[in-house]
């Protein structure tokens, strides 16, 4: 893999998945067709069955040969799964399976969700703009082990029926997120806050032994703190521009991920990667906005393209190894927003929004062509 990327051939699976998936999916393709263009590169999309759109056409949420591709592909794109005709609650095949099932099989365990808002969007967060000012961070969860992933035992007893999750991680599992954390945290202010609740969970005095452990042998230039998850909670919205990188598991990273969300004004705004083993420097990955399928806009061009864009950008720089077409993605998208080129979603002052494919195309554009533009930090960069 890494040898194709090198010389700019990159096989990408894209997964439009269901409702505004397809649509913000067609979006990122736009801009990564473009970066190719302008830098030479020769990406191979080919497109694959995931979620309820799977289980219409083949009645699984994970047909093999979506697998099989995904396996055979440099890097995977996602939209996302799931909506209304699939949510019986009674049935055994659900679309969120196609997302568990090819995580599973790619042996992914780190997801990795940047949160940096961008000033002209204050407005649309609930925070005061001054506790955003200077806010850019990432949360490292952990994504395979834990209560999640334990047993589940439903006995009856004397006293009536006692439900248990079993919440358990092995040092090992520990270990390899915290490198995946701590080589960003390197790779930024290096500054890396490991969030547990070791004052009353056994997993969590592993989690801080091991990240201790591990931050002290071999990234001794990293400025480490532990934080109890409480703390934690109240400190993202109190003092977010404190954080740099938070590394956590796998529940605590999966509610402090959606609060961290909030700052940035939109659920269509933010990107993530899940990461696995890294061969060469580079990781396998699956790229997704951390919105959901947004049945309710689905079909309509409105839905904002920015989070499948910028995870975009992260399947340049994490999954191919391409740190500047990442960056010029991440500028042209801030380009694009700091001119006011914005989905309903974000639109505040009553002015005309723009559609899925105006953004998408703006950014490419910008994405695609070089020239001097600014950044959100307020210093100049080149798209
Ligand atoms: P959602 O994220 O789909 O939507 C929540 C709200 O945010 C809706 O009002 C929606 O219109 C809006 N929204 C979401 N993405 C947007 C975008 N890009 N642009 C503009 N507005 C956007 O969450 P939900 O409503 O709880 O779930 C809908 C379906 O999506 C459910 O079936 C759920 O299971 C599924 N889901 C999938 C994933 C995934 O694939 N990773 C994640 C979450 C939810």
């Known amino acids: 893999m890494n040898a194709a990327v090198k010389r700019g051939r990159a096989i990408i699976a894209l997964l439009p998945g269901d409702g505004i998936g397809p649509e913000v999916v067609g979006a990122a393709r736009i801009v990564l067709e473009a970066v190719a263009k302008r830098f030479g590169h020769d990406f191979e999309f080919e497109e694959a069955l995931i979620g309820g759109a799977a289980i219409d056409a083949a009645g699984t949420a994970l047909p093999a040969e979506t ?30 399976q196609g997302l568990l099932g090819l995580r599973r099989e790619l ?3 780190a997801n990795i969700r940047p949160v940096a808002p961008h000033p002209s969007l204050a407005e649309a967060s609930p925070l005061k703009a001054d506790r955003l000012t200077g ?12 209560i999640y992933f334990g047993a589940q035992p439903l006995e009856r007893t ?3 029926e006692r439900a248990s999750d079993i919440c358990s991680y092995t040092d090992r599992e520990v270990e390899r997120v915290v490198r995946v954390a701590a080589d960003l945290a390197r790779a930024r202010r290096r500054k890396l806050t490991s969030v547990d609740k070791a004052n009353v969970l056994e997993t969590s005095r592993l989690w801080r032994r091991v990240v201790t452990r591990v931050v002290a042998e071999d990234y001794p230039d990293i400025e480490l703190d532990h934080m109890l998850v409480d703390s934690c909670a109240m400190r993202l ?7 740099d990188v938070i590394v956590t598991e796998n529940m605590f990273g999966d509610i402090l991920t959606d609060e961290a969300a909030v700052l940035a004004g939109s659920i269509g705004v933010l990107p993530s990667a899940s990461l696995g083993a890294a061969t060469g420097g580079l990781r396998r990955g699956l790229y997704e906005p951390i919105h959901g399928s947004a049945p309710d806009i689905a079909g309509r061009g409105i839905a904002n393209p920015i989070g499948a864009i910028l995870s975009a950008a992260l399947l340049l720089r994490y999954s191919l190894g391409l740190e500047v077409e990442a960056e010029v993605v991440e500028l042209a998208t801030h380009a694009t927003i700091a001119g006011g080129r914005l989905t309903p979603d974000l639109v505040t002052n009553g002015t005309r929004a723009a559609t899925t494919g105006a953004v998408a195309e703006e950014i490419a554009a910008t994405a695609g062509t070089a020239r ?3 950044t959100p930090a307020g210093t100049a960069g080149y798209a």
């Open 237 to 243: 919205i109190q003092r977010p521009a404190e954080f």
């Open 158 to 160: 004397e006293d009536g």
């Open 372 to 374: 001097r533009i600014g």
């Open 135 to 146: 806010v850019d961070l990432v949360v490292v969860r952990e994504l395979t082990g834990g």
């Open 107 to 109: 042996g992914l365990f």
């Open 67 to 96: 697998v099989a591709f995904c396996q055979r592909a440099d890097a995977v794109l996602l939209g996302a799964v799931g909506g209304p005709k699939w949510d019986d609650p009674s049935s055994t095949i659900r679309p969120e």
